[in-house]
C-alpha cells in the first residue's frame, strides 16, 4: 500500500464531480479541412456571394501588393502582407452584420479594409502617423493589434459585456498559429467558453510564426483539437477556399448569436511572402514549398470554379482587376502625401482623464515646442 493509500487520499476512481459534463466527441474538428469549392458542395454555394468573394480577393491581392510597394518606397514602416490568405480576411469580413465586432491582429488590414474602413486609413498605424488610424466604434472593428493574442481578450470582454446588456452582437477575434502559443489565447478561450460569450476565434495557419514552423508550437493533431480542452466546438477547414471558410464562419456566428456560445475555426493556408518587410523568408523555408501552395492560391480556386458553373467571363475578371487598380491608384495618391501631424496628439484618447503623469509630459512638450518655435523665429 503506496503512502497516498495509507493516508486516504487515493481515489482509484474519480468522483463524480470529476467527469466530464459534456460529450466531447461533438466538439472534435473533422479529420480533413473542410472544402467547398471542386466539390458536390459547389454547386449549392450562391452565385452571387461567390462572385462577391471574388471581386474581394481579386481587390486585396492588389492592397497586399500595394501596400508592399509602398513599404519599399519608404510610405510604409512596416507591411505584414496576407498574399495566400485573402479568403480568410475577406470571410471573416463578410459573415459579420453591421452591429457586430471584428478583433483584427496586425496582418488583418485586409480585413479591416473589407468591412468597411478606408484603405488608407487602415495603413495609418503601420505608417506609424496617428493613434489607430480609424475610428473602431464607427467601423466595429478594434484597433489593429501588434501584440500578440491580446485582442483575444478583448473580444471576449466586449462579446460578454454585450450579452448582459441584451445587445445582438458577435465578436469575431482572429489570430495567426504564433499566437496560440501565448497566454492570451488559452485565457480568451477559458473565460468565453466558461461565459458562453458570442465569441468565433478564427486562427489562421499559415504555417510560420515568422520563422518557427507549426510543429515547434504544439504536438496537437490541430489547432482546433485545442478547443475540447475548453468545452467549445473546433472546425477545421481549407483556408484557401473561400466559399468554405466563409460558410464555416457563417456557422459558428449564426450559432454563438442564437447562445450556443463560442467556436474555434482553423484555417489552413499559407503565408506566401515573407513576415514582413523586415523578414527574409528564404533562410527557413524553400521555393519549393511556397510553389506547392501558390499552386493552392485562393483566386484561382474560386476562379476556376465560377468559369466553370459559367457566372465568370473574360469580362468579368477584366472589371475585377480594374476596380483593383482603381483602388490601388486612389492608395497611392493618398500614401504618397504627407500628413500634417500634431506632436499634442500623443496625449489624446490616451485616458477618458488624463493622468498627473500625462498631464505634466504633455506640458513638459507644449513648452518646448514653443521654445523651439521661438528659437527659429529668432534665427531668421
Wanted: proline share 7%.
Amino acid at each position: 500500500m503506496t503512502v497516498m493509500e495509507q493516508r486516504g487520499a487515493y481515489r482509484p476512481t474519480p468522483p463524480p464531480a470529476w467527469q466530464p459534463r459534456t460529450d466531447p466527441a461533438p466538439l472534435l474538428p473533422d479529420a480533413e479541412p473542410y472544402r467547398v469549392l471542386g466539390t458536390e458542395a459547389a454547386g449549392e454555394a450562391d452565385p452571387e456571394l461567390l462572385r462577391r468573394l471574388y471581386a474581394e480577393l481579386v481587390k486585396g491581392r492588389r492592397y497586399n501588393a500595394q501596400a508592399t510597394a509602398l513599404t519599399k518606397q519608404g510610405r510604409l514602416a512596416v507591411y505584414p502582407s496576407s498574399t495566400g490568405q485573402e479568403a480568410c480576411e475577406v470571410a471573416a469580413a463578410l459573415v459579420l452584420q453591421e452591429q457586430d465586432w471584428l478583433f483584427p491582429s496586425y496582418r488583418d488590414t485586409l480585413a479591416v479594409v473589407a468591412r468597411g474602413v478606408d484603405p488608407v486609413e487602415a495603413l495609418t498605424l503601420l505608417r506609424g502617423d496617428w493613434h489607430t488610424g480609424y475610428d473602431p466604434h464607427e467601423h466595429r472593428v478594434a484597433p489593429l493589434s501588434t501584440p500578440l493574442a491580446t485582442q483575444l481578450p478583448h473580444a471576449v470582454g466586449l462579446a460578454h459585456a454585450a450579452r448582459l446588456k441584451g445587445d445582438d452582437v458577435v465578436a469575431l477575434a482572429m489570430v495567426g498559429d504564433g499566437g496560440t502559443s501565448e497566454g492570451d489565447f488559452h485565457e480568451a478561450l477559458n473565460f468565453a467558453a466558461v461565459w458562453q460569450a458570442p465569441v468565433v476565434f478564427l486562427v489562421q495557419n499559415n504555417g510560420f510564426a515568422i520563422s518557427v514552423p507549426l510543429a515547434k508550437q504544439t504536438a496537437a493533431p490541430s489547432l482546433a483539437h485545442k478547443a475540447v480542452g475548453y468545452g467549445m466546438p473546433g472546425r477545421l477547414v481549407d483556408g484557401n477556399d473561400a466559399a468554405a471558410v466563409h460558410e464555416v464562419l457563417a456557422d459558428a456566428v449564426r450559432h454563438a448569436r442564437a447562445g450556443g456560445g463560442p467556436t474555434l475555426v482553423e484555417a489552413i493556408t499559407y503565408r506566401v511572402e515573407a513576415h514582413t518587410n523586415a523578414d527574409d523568408a528564404t533562410r527557413y523555408r524553400g521555393d519549393a514549398e511556397v510553389e506547392t501552395w501558390r499552386q493552392h492560391d485562393p483566386i484561382a480556386l474560386l476562379e476556376r470554379e465560377l468559369t466553370a458553373r459559367g457566372l465568370l467571363d473574360e469580362d468579368g475578371v477584366e472589371a475585377a482587376r480594374q476596380d483593383a487598380e482603381t483602388m490601388a491608384a486612389s492608395l497611392r495618391a493618398h500614401m504618397n502625401q504627407d500628413p500634417a501631424l500634431d506632436p499634442m496628439d500623443l496625449f489624446a484618447h490616451v485616458y477618458a482623464e488624463p493622468t498627473p503623469q500625462l498631464l505634466e509630459q504633455r506640458a513638459q512638450l507644449r513648452a518646448e515646442l514653443a521654445a523651439e518655435a521661438e528659437s527659429e523665429g529668432a534665427q531668421r
